[in-house]
């Protein structure tokens, strides 16, 4: 009898979280993307060595990018009709870090998005009575005039311009919530650093960093997790550079591969996202942002946005996945060592260029409830409970709440926000805690 009950109150209980996507109305998505393939700072294998132009997105990576918004269009403009074919300016918005590489990647994706000449055309008009409008009267130095583009579109070929906005890297606190808005990571790195999770994980991979070593003939006793995270960043850029400079014997060995590139990323947790304390404070204005542009586009009716994008880094990528318990530094070690436990979600698959994670906002038709699903690279994740795709609004709203901090700054800086020591309603609370004590000393 009480099973039953029990398999009842399941039974209805999943039928009232089970979303049906194919009886859903695609309201938005939010996309965030690493930038594509870079050029490698070093020719060599040589970490002091700068590169010139290194850092910058390479000609494969703005092709990424490209490719990448493509297949945007064909999922939210052709398949599923989200977004309009032509940019509509209140329809999308794109916001990047302030780097070269992560901007010129939203460009790159935005023209394969809105592919040249899917925009509009000049009118008629305009084109053959008042051509004059077509000039800002420039007084050229020299006398041999510049023609006109024959095109009716605005941009030769039909290219297709959209703003990209960006906010400078000190003040990043969304893209880069662990970056320099959050000074305090120069404290946790160090800690991490000295930490028993650091030097057993850097254990765990001593073989593959041995044979790391032999192959690119490294001194191994001098590879540690830092240093092996910066050979790996130029290699990683290499392949996709000109994989001349790499042995053969590496590029054969997809499983070591895999297995440095685990490490690569394993690094990035260990030093950004290790402790609970750090996992929450550096994605919180993150979520932050994240659930208010949800909210706003649900209760907002006059909201047109269907298109919010954002282009950032592998650290970003990371920082994200773990916030919404995607991955992390234990799952990733546990999937590594063959110790995940059954049914655990991990994805452990490395943060590569263009990596890219799309929130989507739906309703269902049938019931009217908002619910979110997330893909991480074009594949459907397991989200909230993590045992099923879907997640309500409300309850992802919640976790949410009760996951980000209440005070990024507070915690991020300590030391300007702290009140001067002395100010009186701090000596009278520091009174108050002098008797307490004393009370408990008798
Ligand atoms: C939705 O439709 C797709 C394609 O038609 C199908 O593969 C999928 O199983 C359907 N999903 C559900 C939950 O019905
Ligand atoms: C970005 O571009 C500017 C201007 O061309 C250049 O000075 C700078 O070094 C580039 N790289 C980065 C990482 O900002
Ligand atoms: C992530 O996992 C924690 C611990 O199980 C849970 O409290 C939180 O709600 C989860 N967050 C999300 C976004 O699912
Ligand atoms: C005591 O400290 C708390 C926390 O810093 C502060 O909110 C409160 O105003 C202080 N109390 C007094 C009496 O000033």
């Given at each position: 009898m009480k099973k039953s009950i029990i398999c009842l109150l399941l039974v209805s209980l999943a039928i009232a979280q089970g979303f049906d996507v194919n009886n859903s109305d695609l309201k938005m998505i939010v996309t965030l993307h690493r930038h594509g393939a870079r050029i490698p700072s070093s020719e060599k294998l040589d970490l002091k060595d700068k590169a010139p132009n290194s850092g910058e997105l390479s000609l494969v990576g703005q092709r990424q990018l490209f490719y990448l918004g493509q297949q945007l269009n064909k999922d939210y403009v052709q398949d599923t009709p989200l977004l309009s074919a032509k940019y509509n300016p209140s329809e999308i918005y794109y916001r990047s870090t302030d780097v070269n590489r992560t901007i010129m990647s939203a460009q790159c994706l935005l023209a394969g998005l809105y592919p040249a000449q899917s925009g509009d055309q000049i009118p008629d008009d305009i084109l053959n009575n008042k051509k004059e409008l077509l000039d800002v009267n420039f007084k050229l130095r020299g006398n041999t005039p510049v023609n006109q583009i024959a095109d009716k579109f605005p941009i030769q070929n039909g290219y297709q311009s959209i703003p990209i906005h960006v906010v400078e890297r000190s003040r990043?606190?969304?893209?880069?919530?662990?970056?320099?808005?959050?000074?305090?990571e120069e404290k946790w790195n160090p800690e991490n650093q000295q930490s028993e999770d650091w030097k057993r994980i850097t254990s765990e991979f001593k073989d593959q960093i041995q044979r790391f070593a032999t192959i690119f003939k490294l001194d191994a006793t001098k590879l540690d997790l830092y240093t092996v995270y910066n050979y790996m960043d130029i290699i990683i850029a290499q392949q996709y550079e000109n994989s001349q400079n790499i042995p053969a014997e590496y590029q054969n060995d997809a499983q070591l591969q895999f297995d440095m590139e685990i490490l690569y990323n394993l690094r990035i947790h260990l030093s950004l996202y290790k402790t609970p304390l750090q996992k929450r404070t550096t994605v919180t204005p993150f979520l932050n942002n994240l659930v208010q542009v949800l909210s706003d586009k649900v209760s907002n009716p006059k909201n047109k946005l269907k298109g919010y994008f954002l282009s950032a880094h592998d650290t970003t990528v990371n920082m994200v996945l773990q916030g919404l318990n995607l991955t992390s530094w234990e799952c990733i070690e546990q999937s590594f060592m063959k110790t995940l436990p059954k049914g655990t979600f991990c994805n452990f698959s490395p943060t590569r260029y263009g990596a890219n994670l799309i929130v989507e906002l739906r309703q269902d038709k049938a019931t009217t409830k908002n619910f979110i699903m997330v893909r991480y690279n074009g594949e459907y994740q397991m989200i909230c409970d993590q045992t099923t795709q879907y997640c309500d609004l409300d309850e992802f709203k919640n976790r949410v709440a009760n996951f980000v901090v209440p005070n990024y700054d507070e915690i991020c800086n300590p030391d300007t926000t702290e009140k001067p020591l002395y100010s009186s309603s701090n000596y009278l609370n520091y009174s108050i805690l002098a008797v307490i004590i004393s009370a408990f000393l008798i």
């Open positions: 990043d606190k969304i893209l880069l919530g662990y970056g320099d808005t959050c000074p305090e």
